[in-house]
Structures are given as structure tokens and as C-alpha cells.
């Protein structure tokens, strides 16, 4: 696994590279002070995971990870930040940043957090063998992914893409296997889990920010999909990373 690392202290960036690669299979294929010579390495070269800062002369690492983000970028983040501040987390999340931890880090947890990452790799490279085959349900998919947040419905993703919502829903059954309505509900779940992790966000407002308006109705469909309620998802969360 390719990891790239930007911290502008030397201690935290030098730390993170001999520690990791301990790990059989880990190479620390990068190691950078500043955001701007990171970008131009990771423009040039394929990275599995970046680790970095946010607060950084020059360029913040948000607006670093937003512009690989549109050069189609896929490393996984992850955000290792002295402040404890929800915009930052949020602004994270919105570009898909795997974790938000707080200096000092705790390595038990990026350790698991990384071996997760490298799990997902490998999950990847055998689910390539069955991908979305159809352009419109790819598109479909996309816009669940980036419109979650919003009151969405089979029909307003057919309008967008000038199409029946009957074809649509056909077609989306058939390629993923699921309906529309329990793959937007998924992604709803699994993005409410991220925000969970996040000690300024209570229950009511993860509902909101994920585009199910009804805190009880969350509640009860994330314990149904996970065996758990919010909270005590949360309080899990908390306990794994003291």
C-alpha cells in the first residue's frame, strides 16, 4: 500500500513514516513539509492513502484534497488536525475524507483505520471483475452519492437524466440489484456513520445533514441496519479510539 504524509512539524511527519512503515506491504512513497509540493507529487503519482494536516502555509490541506478530488483523485484521506472544528470536519466529510482525528493521534487507531483502508483495496480489486456496466445507472449512482443530502426520489434522478422513472427503476434493479430507495437509504446510513464520529454533531443534527429530516425515523432505521442506535454507535466509536 502507497501512503503519502504532509505535516509541516518535522516530529509528527518523521514519526508517521517510521512507524509505518513497520507494517509488511506499507511504503511511504512520499513525505512532505508543504502542500504545494505534495500536490505536484500526487498529480504525478498514485497514492492508496494521504495523511495530512489541515493549517499549512501556502494551502490549506482541504483545498489540496478538493483539488485532486477534481482531477479524479481516489486515495483514501485521512485528517490529522490540532483543531477541533466543525466546519473543517464537515468541509472533510463533504470531500469524502475517511477519518477526522485530532492531534496527537492515537496509532492503535490510525493503524486500524489504514488496515481498513488496505482491506478496502483488496475488496475492490475483486469487485472489478463485476462493475456497474450500464452509463446511466452509473450516473444514477453518482448523483445519489453527491446529492444525499437532499430530498431525492427515483423520479427526480429520471428528470435529471431525461428518462422514465420505470426504465430507471428497471434498470437500476437489475444492474445493482438493489432499489433505488434502499440504495439512497444505504448511502444515507453509511454517510451518518462518518458524521457520528464527529463530538460537535448530536444525533438530531447527523439526521438533518444526511437528508432524513425525522431523528426518531433515523434512529430506528440505523439500529435496524446495524444492530445499534446512533448513540450507542457513537459511544462505541468513542471508546475504541481511548
Known amino acids: ?38 500536490l505536484g507529487f500526487l498529480e504525478r503519482h498514485r497514492a492508496d492513502a494521504v495523511i495530512t494536516d489541515i493549517k499549512m502555509p501556502q494551502m490549506s490541506g482541504l483545498e489540496m484534497l478538493a483539488r485532486l478530488r477534481e482531477k479524479g483523485m481516489d486515495a483514501e484521506a485521512i485528517i490529522l488536525s490540532g483543531y477541533a472544528d466543525f466546519g473543517f470536519a464537515q468541509r472533510a466529510i463533504e470531500l469524502g475524507v475517511l477519518r477526522y482525528m485530532l492531534k496527537p493521534t492515537n496509532p492503535r487507531e490510525l493503524l ?19 462493475p456497474v456496466h450500464n452509463l446511466l445507472v452509473q450516473k444514477a449512482v453518482d448523483y445519489i452519492e453527491a446529492n444525499y443530502k437532499e430530498k431525492i426520489s427515483i423520479k ?3 428528470e435529471k437524466l ?3 422513472p420505470n426504465y430507471l427503476s428497471e434498470l437500476f434493479k437489475r444492474h445493482t440489484g ?4 434502499v440504495y439512497i437509504t444505504e448511502v444515507r446510513l453509511e454517510k451518518a456513520k462518518e458524521y457520528l464520529t464527529l463530538p460537535e454533531c448530536n444525533v438530531a443534527a447527523v439526521s438533518e445533514l444526511v437528508g432524513i429530516g425525522n431523528a426518531r425515523y433515523f434512529s430506528s432505521l440505523f439500529k435496524k441496519t446495524y444492530g445499534m442506535t446512533p448513540s450507542e454507535y457513537r459511544n462505541q466509536s468513542v471508546e475504541f479510539e481511548t
Do not use: C
Open 178 to 181: 438493489k432499489n433505488s430507495s
Open 1 to 38: 500500500m502507497e501512503i503519502v504524509i504532509i505535516d509541516d512539524e518535522p516530529k509528527i511527519r518523521n514519526g508517521l513514516k517510521h512507524f509505518l512503515e513497520k507494517q509488511e506491504g506499507w511504503n511511504v512513497a512520499g513525505v512532505f513539509e508543504n502542500v504545494v509540493d505534495a
Open 112 to 130: 486500524a483505520v489504514l488496515k481498513g483502508v488496505e482491506e478496502k483495496r483488496r475488496d475492490a480489486a475483486r469487485e472489478q471483475a463485476k
Open 162 to 164: 431525461y428518462v422514465t
Open 156 to 158: 427526480d434522478i429520471a
